[in-house]
């Protein structure tokens, strides 16, 4: 899977071939609306792998409401006995931890979607490979993160972030000393793996890539718990 090496004009040239998306009232103030062909890796066969298991950012203004609205107009499976699944992590509350839903369950209901924050899709071998995401960004929202708890992040599509680095410079996540944030995606594959670095560690460095969210999870040496609220930089 290919990172943002190029992503400043591809993301331009990305937004200046958008379309405008009228998604409610909430995003008639907001940023040019945008569209994206989102990739999907789909999980195999036999035991249960990390492949097929993408992390999903979502559009902080969008056309969706719920995870199960998600779900029923990007195409994924939400009927019959094998359905496409959404896996959260401390997504209504900062401690709740990991929860799966089936697209199209009803109970329990799933959760409306949480601005900023990303979602995991694992999508049935029979699946779809890719679906359209639309949506336009909230310039104004903030994103909070708590020492000790993963954060799923949202990365926006209009970001301006081409590194980790760049991320960690701009959210004010600790960078420097013994201790620092770490941030860590997943390529879903095939086969999948996790790719882990600390902020401001030129070695282990990645590039974003354009609809993936990334699991941040602040560290701080000093006492007390260190809570980092920013608003993402983008064009």
Same mark, same amino acid.
């Given at each position: 899977?290919?990172?943002?090496?190029?992503?400043?004009?591809?993301?331009?040239?990305?937004?200046?071939?958008?379309?405008?998306?009228? @998604? +409610?009232?909430?995003?008639?103030?907001?940023?040019? #609306?945008?569209?994206?062909?989102?990739?999907?890796?789909?999980?195999?066969?036999?035991?249960?792998?990390?492949?097929?298991? =993408?992390?999903?950012?979502?559009?902080?203004?969008?056309?969706?409401?719920?995870?199960?609205?998600?779900?029923?107009?990007?195409?994924?499976?939400?009927? +019959?006995?094998?359905?496409?699944?959404?896996?959260?992590?401390?997504?209504?509350?900062?401690?709740?931890?990991?929860?799966?839903? =089936?697209? #199209?369950?009803?109970? %329990?209901?799933?959760? @409306?979607?949480?601005?900023?924050?990303? &979602?995991?899709? !694992?999508?049935?071998?029979? #699946?779809?490979?890719?679906?359209?995401? &639309?949506?336009?960004?909230?310039?104004?929202?903030?994103?909070?993160?708590?020492?000790?708890?993963?954060?799923?992040?949202? &990365? %926006?599509?209009?970001?301006?972030?081409?590194?980790?680095?760049?991320?960690?410079?701009?959210?004010?996540?600790?960078?420097? +000393?013994?201790?620092?944030?770490?941030?860590?995606?997943?390529? %879903?594959? %095939?086969?999948?793996?996790?790719?882990?670095?600390?902020? =401001?560690?030129?070695?282990? !460095?990645?590039?974003?890539?354009?609809?993936?969210?990334?699991?941040?999870?602040?560290?701080?040496?000093?006492?007390?718990? !260190?809570?980092?609220?920013?608003?993402?930089?983008?064009?």
């Amino acid at each position: 899977m290919n990172g943002l090496k190029t992503s400043r004009p591809m993301i331009a040239t990305f937004v200046a071939a958008a379309l405008i998306l009228a @998604a +409610g009232t909430a995003a008639v103030a907001s940023n040019m #609306g945008f569209k994206m062909n989102k990739p999907l890796v789909r999980i195999p066969t036999g035991p249960a792998t990390q492949t097929g298991n =993408n992390w999903t950012a979502i559009p902080y203004h969008n056309p969706y409401g719920t995870i199960n609205g998600f779900c029923t107009q990007t195409g994924l499976v939400s009927t +019959g006995l094998l359905r496409t699944s959404i896996t959260t992590k401390n997504y209504v509350t900062d401690t709740e931890g990991l929860k799966s839903y =089936n697209c #199209g369950q009803t109970a %329990p209901l799933p959760p @409306a979607l949480v601005p900023g924050k990303m &979602v995991q899709i !694992r999508q049935l071998a029979t #699946g779809l490979d890719s679906i359209i995401i &639309v949506g336009s960004h909230n310039s104004g929202q903030t994103i909070t993160a708590t020492e000790g708890q993963d954060l799923w992040f949202s &990365v %926006p599509y209009h970001t301006t972030w081409v590194t980790t680095d760049d991320l960690c410079a701009q959210s004010g996540l600790t960078s420097s +000393g013994i201790q620092k944030a770490i941030i860590t995606r997943l390529n %879903p594959g %095939p086969p999948a793996a996790f790719q882990t670095t600390l902020c =401001n560690a030129l070695a282990t !460095r990645f590039n974003l890539v354009l609809g993936e969210g990334l699991q941040i999870r602040e560290v701080n040496g000093t006492a007390g718990t !260190r809570v980092v609220t920013f608003t993402p930089a983008h064009y």
